[in-house]
């Protein structure tokens, strides 16, 4: 069974620039997550997808972020413009449906550079 | 707002030396606590899930416990292989969605 896919796993932009992350999730799983690690600091939540819906969007910084989850499948993460403090590691997770376990299966990141 | 500290930063152990990894968190109704590794590179990897104080989980050398306000990671005789950062994070209070509140993480190394 193929993992939580992420592309690209790194990408170098320039401030002001625009990059758009891409997550195919676990087959079957409707919850859909992102999350970001910026340098030194913790993995925090950006937000939550069912299917195609946002759930929970409480943790996206402000609005050069914009998350979208295509009929339910793969979601992308755009960033326009992108800011220097947009560089760090975002990840995208994946868990099945009314599964609240805390298993979470996560991809291995999409390293962001902004310069 | 929930909070998870995790010590220490970093551990450095011999293959065989048994340790532990302690997660300290402030959270209103906590709703389950949430053990990860990570490897250099990777996505956090599950390990644990833990609901009520006094409960342990186990898997190989590794066992998670739970008061109400931290948890332990206990690891037994580890080997190089288990060498990894492993995180702690919360799900509770306020939160109602499925997002947690990850900690900063220990950097465990294990020496031959």
């Known amino acids: 069974e193929a993992g939580v896919t992420q592309f690209p796993s790194h990408s170098v932009i320039e401030k002001g620039q625009t990059v758009t992350l891409r997550c195919d999730p676990i087959?079957?799983?409707?919850?859909l997550y992102w999350y970001r690690r910026v340098m030194g600091k913790e993995i925090k939540f950006l937000l939550h997808f069912v299917k195609e819906s946002k759930q929970d969007e409480s943790g996206m910084p402000n609005n050069r972020f914009l998350a979208e989850r295509t009929g339910g499948t793969y979601s992308t993460l755009k960033v326009q413009p992108a800011e220097l403090e947009d560089s760090g590691v975002y990840f995208c997770a994946s868990s099945q449906r009314r599964v609240n376990t805390g298993e979470l299966f996560f991809g291995e990141g999409s390293r962001l550079t902004v310069l | 707002e929930d909070q998870v500290t995790q010590s220490p930063e970093a551990l450095r152990l011999q293959e065989g030396e048994s340790s532990s990894l302690n997660c300290s968190y402030t959270?209103?109704?906590?709703?389950?606590l949430f053990w990860y590794r990570q490897d250099p590179g990777k996505g956090p990897e599950f390990l644990f899930t833990?609901?009520?104080a006094g409960e342990e989980k186990e898997k190989e050398r590794l066992k998670a416990t739970l008061t109400k306000k931290e948890s332990f990671l206990h690891i037994t005789a580890p080997k190089p292989e288990d060498s990894a950062t492993y995180l702690c994070a919360v799900q509770g209070g306020r939160n109602y969605g499925q997002n947690f509140v990850f900690g900063p993480g220990t950097r465990l190394s294990v020496l031959p």
């Open positions: 087959s079957g799983h409707d919850n």
């Open positions: 833990l609901y009520s």
């Open positions: 959270v209103s109704g906590l709703r389950g």
